[in-house]
């Protein structure tokens, strides 16, 4: 451009006045002076030997030159500013490892997700999930949510959310409207199990509803079971009976209708959700966002 005596900051003052038709507001967006957009523009005619704008009352309007001039300089400046954040993307993207069950994962974790990618687009998520234990540092992973007492092996446990449970079922099965009002009324339902917390006391969830509800006696059978809460929710979603379901997983399901509770009583699970992270090991930067986006994310 040097043959044309045009400076490179004269076709950014004209891109950005043409696309404003304004001086004043593409001195704003370069933060420069008013009188240094006037000063390039007069710059570049001169060296274009051609008026790029007709100025009059405060109005600018662009010549037939200019709108010649300013799809090209605009389409440039834009690709210029895309290699430039892809460029910088590429060097500075980071993985984050992440490890839940499958139920935590597809009933809270991915419809969240989007968030935090749209406030963290350098950083990709790696999620594994597993009904299994996972050796974090064999499998490289940097933060997990786990449900349980917060007492693992290798792990530093922070707590996130407790676990409530209540009766859950499928509009299509019960009729959202109604009200029931003694807890026998659901044992004309099926009932869908998801005994999941063995060895703490609390080895049938339906059973700990029931004795909470003032039936401590009750015969819930054996009914449809399952070694997962998120299957057990999908379940009672199909309208295949009522799951004792965890209200935290299930709490979208509730929200947009696809789930319902016949009762405001649900009884405190002696689980809760924790973070977990390999111990006595430092977090790193993408790390420390995620665990304090997922506590945000818990009181919204």
């Given at each position: 451009?040097?043959?044309?005596?045009?400076?490179?900051?004269?076709?950014?003052?004209?891109?950005?006045?043409?696309?404003?038709?304004?001086?004043?507001?593409?001195?704003?967006?370069?933060?420069?002076?008013?009188?240094?957009?006037?000063?390039?523009?007069?710059?570049?005619?001169?060296?274009?030997?051609?008026?790029?704008?007709?100025?009059?009352?405060?109005?600018?309007?662009?010549?037939?030159?200019?709108?010649?001039?300013?799809?090209?300089?605009?389409?440039?400046?834009?690709?210029?500013?895309?290699?430039?954040?892809?460029?910088?993307?590429?060097?500075?993207?980071?993985?984050?490892?992440?490890?839940?069950?499958?139920?935590?994962?597809?009933?809270?974790?991915?419809?969240?997700?989007?968030?935090?990618?749209?406030?963290?687009?350098?950083?990709?998520?790696?999620?594994?999930?597993?009904?299994?234990?996972?050796?974090?540092?064999?499998?490289?992973?940097?933060?997990?949510?786990?449900?349980?007492?917060?007492?693992?092996?290798?792990?530093?446990?922070?707590?996130?959310?407790?676990?409530?449970?209540?009766?859950?079922?499928?509009?299509?099965?019960?009729?959202?409207?109604?009200?029931?009002?003694?807890?026998?009324?659901?044992?004309?339902?099926?009932?869908?199990?998801?005994?999941?917390?063995?060895?703490?006391?609390?080895?049938?969830?339906?059973?700990?509803?029931?004795?909470?509800?003032?039936?401590?006696?009750?015969?819930?059978?054996?009914?449809?079971?399952?070694?997962?809460?998120?299957?057990?929710?999908?379940?009672?979603?199909?309208?295949?009976?009522?799951?004792i379901g965890y209200v935290e997983l299930?709490?979208?399901?509730?929200?947009?209708?696809?789930?319902?509770?016949?009762?405001?009583?649900?009884?405190?699970?002696?689980?809760?959700?924790?973070?977990?992270?390999?111990?006595?090991?430092?977090?790193?930067?993408?790390?420390?966002?995620?665990?304090n986006w997922l506590k945000e994310q818990?009181?919204?």
């Amino acid at each position: 451009m040097k043959e044309y005596g045009v400076h490179l900051n004269a076709l950014r003052a004209f891109e950005a006045t043409a696309r404003h038709l304004s001086f004043s507001k593409a001195a704003e967006e370069l933060s420069v002076s008013h009188s240094t957009i006037s000063h390039h523009i007069a710059s570049l005619e001169a060296g274009l030997g051609v008026k790029l704008f007709n100025r009059q009352n405060r109005k600018v309007e662009l010549t037939k030159a200019g709108e010649n001039l300013f799809p090209v300089l605009n389409s440039s400046f834009d690709g210029i500013k895309r290699a430039l954040k892809e460029t910088r993307s590429s060097t500075n993207r980071k993985v984050l490892n992440v490890a839940v069950t499958p139920s935590f994962a597809n009933k809270w974790l991915v419809p969240r997700l989007r968030d935090f990618q749209a406030l963290n687009p350098e950083i990709d998520i790696n999620v594994s999930s597993s009904l299994t234990k996972v050796d974090y540092n064999a499998k490289n992973i940097h933060v997990g949510i786990r449900a349980g007492l917060g007492q693992w092996e290798n792990l530093d446990a922070e707590h996130l959310m407790p676990i409530h449970m209540t009766p859950l079922g499928s509009p299509t099965l019960f009729n959202a409207h109604k009200v029931m009002t003694d807890p026998s009324e659901i044992l004309q339902y099926p009932l869908i199990h998801a005994d999941v917390s063995n060895g703490v006391g609390f080895e049938f969830e339906w059973l700990e509803w029931f004795k909470a509800s003032g039936m401590p006696n009750v015969d819930i059978g054996a009914g449809l079971s399952f070694h997962d809460p998120g299957l057990a929710l999908e379940a009672a979603i199909n309208g295949l009976g009522f799951a004792i379901g965890y209200v935290e997983l299930a709490k979208d399901d509730i929200t947009q209708g696809r789930l319902v509770r016949p009762f405001q009583t649900d009884i405190r699970h002696p689980w809760s959700y924790f973070i977990v992270t390999p111990r006595n090991e430092s977090m790193d930067k993408q790390t420390v966002l995620f665990c304090n986006w997922l506590k945000e994310q818990c009181f919204l």
